[in-house]
C-alpha cells in the first residue's frame, strides 16, 4: 500500500473531492483524519472507511479559524505522533460563477478569492510548522483548470472570481514549495477540470459537459476516483522528486508543461 503507515488530515473530507481522496488514502494504509464543518458528513465517510477496515476520525473543524486548525493538528500530533499529509479540497464557492464580471458585486468576486487563499494558507502553514520538526511532509492543494482556461473557454464561461482564486492557489503552492523544500517537505497542487459526477444532471448541465468535452484531448472530463487516484501517488514517496508542481488533471483541456 503506497501510504502504509501515513497520517493524513483532509479539509473538506465531507465533500465530493474531500471524500473521494479520504477514501483513497485510507485504502492506501493511511490513517485519515477528516476535517470540516458538517460533522454528519465527515462522521458518515469516517463510518464507511471503518466499516472497510480502515483508520478514520472525523472532527468539526473551521478551515477559517486558525485557532482551531491549531488545535485540531494539536490533537492530531499528540495522539499519532506526526502529520505526513495535508490535503486542502474546501470548496471555494464556485456557486457564484456565471454572470459576466463587469454585472458582478464586488463581493461576490472577491469572495471565492479570499476564502480561497486564506484556507489554503492557514492549514498549509499549520501543518507544515508540525512538518518542519520532522524533516518531512506532503501538502497537496486543490485548484481548478480555471486557473489557466483557453481564450475560447473564457468566452463561454463566467467564472467572476473563481478562476483568480485557483490561479492564486497555484502561485501559493509554488511560493511554499520553494520555502518548505529545503525542510523536506513537499507542495503539489492538484488540478483538474470539471468533474460531472459532482454536477446536479440537468439540461444545461448537459450542455456544459458536450462543450467541455469537445474541449478536451481525451473527449471527456476526469472522475472523482481519478482525481482521488492522483491525490494518493502525489502523496506517496513513490513522487518523491516532485513539488512546486501542478498535477494537470484536465483531461487535456490544458496543455502545458506543469
Known amino acids: 500500500m503506497l501510504l502504509e503507515g501515513k497520517n493524513a488530515v483532509v479539509y473538506g473530507a465531507g465533500g465530493h473531492i474531500g471524500s473521494a481522496v479520504t477514501r483513497a488514502f485510507a485504502r492506501e494504509g493511511a490513517r485519515v483524519y477528516l476535517a470540516g464543518r458538517t460533522l454528519p458528513k465527515l462522521e458518515a465517510v469516517a463510518t464507511e472507511i471503518a466499516a472497510a477496515g480502515g483508520a478514520a476520525e472525523a472532527a468539526r473543524v473551521d478551515a477559517l479559524d486558525p485557532q482551531g486548525i491549531e488545535r485540531h493538528l494539536g490533537v492530531i500530533v499528540k495522539e499519532a505522533g506526526r502529520i505526513d499529509i495535508s490535503f486542502n479540497a474546501i470548496g471555494i464557492r464556485g456557486d457564484l460563477q456565471g454572470t459576466p464580471l463587469i454585472e458582478m458585486p464586488c463581493e461576490d468576486f472577491t469572495l471565492p478569492v479570499l476564502t480561497g487563499v486564506k484556507t489554503h494558507f492557514l492549514t498549509a502553514t499549520a501543518a507544515a510548522r508540525y512538518m518542519v520538526r520532522q524533516g518531512s511532509g506532503v501538502i497537496l492543494t486543490l485548484s481548478s483548470s480555471s486557473a489557466v ?13 473563481f478562476s483568480t482564486a485557483c490561479a492564486a492557489i497555484e502561485a501559493l503552492s509554488r511560493s511554499l514549495a520553494g520555502e518548505l523544500g529545503p525542510m523536506g517537505i513537499r507542495v503539489v497542487c492538484l488540478r483538474p477540470n470539471a468533474i460531472p459526477e459532482t454536477w446536479t444532471g440537468d439540461a444545461e448541465s448537459a450542455r456544459v459537459k458536450t462543450y467541455m468535452e469537445n474541449g478536451t484531448v481525451l473527449g471527456r472530463l476526469p472522475t472523482l476516483d481519478e482525481v482521488a487516484h492522483a491525490a494518493v501517488w502525489m502523496a506517496s514517496d513513490r513522487a518523491s522528486a516532485m513539488t512546486g508542481t501542478i498535477a494537470n488533471l484536465t483531461c487535456g483541456s490544458i496543455m502545458d508543461s506543469t
Open 149 to 161: 482556461l483557453s481564450g475560447r473557454d473564457r468566452r463561454y464561461h463566467l467564472t467572476g472570481g
